[in-house]
Every structure is written in C-alpha cells, then in structure tokens.
C-alpha cells in the first residue's frame, strides 16, 4: 500500500501563485509516476500533470502547460505541484496520484485526499 497526504491549497487571488505538495509513505517502491488530477463540483477529475519518480519526463495538460510545474524530491519521498499565474477556472479539488505506469488517465491505484484550491477574480 500506498499513503498520499496532499497540502499546500488555499485562496489565492487571480495572477497569483500556490505550491502543493504531496508526500508518499509506505510501498514507495511499487510506483513509477506520480500524476496529479483537479476536479471541479459536478464534472468529472480532469488530468493536470504527471511525472516519472525516476527521470525528469513530465507531460501537461495544454490549459496549464507553461503555468503549472511538477518537481520532486526523491530524499521526502515527495512531489511538488507549482501553480503561477493562477486563474479563476484553476479552482478545482487537487489530487496526487501514484501508481506503475505513466499515464494520463485516472487510473491509478493510489490516491491522495485532495486539497482545495481557490482563485478569486
């Protein structure tokens, strides 16, 4: 097994920025890649971004590429998602994800709690 603890959300106004993180413990050698998802009230959870654990591969989604940047740190078992230029559509429930393949789907075995996000106009 796999625990995800996310943090970092919050209110931010538009144009601003926000860092979430999100931690691993237990199984961390049973995962590959580390997606992160959004998922606004009433519509399904919507891929972000994912990232290898192992190398620097990463792929975006086209609404927050060159906004929005995965990083890591091996050493806390932890990913990092850093959000700049923040929009009022960006307000959604953020999630970490960990599982074996590098995919963009939400089919990952592990999931965080989740971490609300908000941007004000």
């Known amino acids: 097994q796999v625990q995800l603890v996310e943090s970092g959300g919050g209110l931010v106004q538009a144009g601003g920025s926000l860092r979430l993180s999100c931690t691993a413990s237990g199984r961390t050698s049973s995962y590959n890649a580390m997606g992160w998802f959004r998922r606004v009230p009433g519509k399904e959870r919507e891929f972000v971004g994912v990232?290898?654990?192992?190398?620097?591969?990463?792929i975006y989604a086209d609404s927050v590429k060159g906004r929005f940047t995965i990083s890591r740190d091996n050493a806390k078992n932890s990913v990092y998602l850093q959000m700049n230029s923040l929009k009022p559509e960006d307000t959604a429930v953020y999630y970490c994800a960990a599982g074996p393949y590098f995919i963009t789907t939400t089919s990952y075995p592990y999931w965080g709690q989740g971490t609300q996000v908000t941007v004000s106009s």
């Open positions: 990232s290898y654990w192992s190398s620097s591969t990463k």
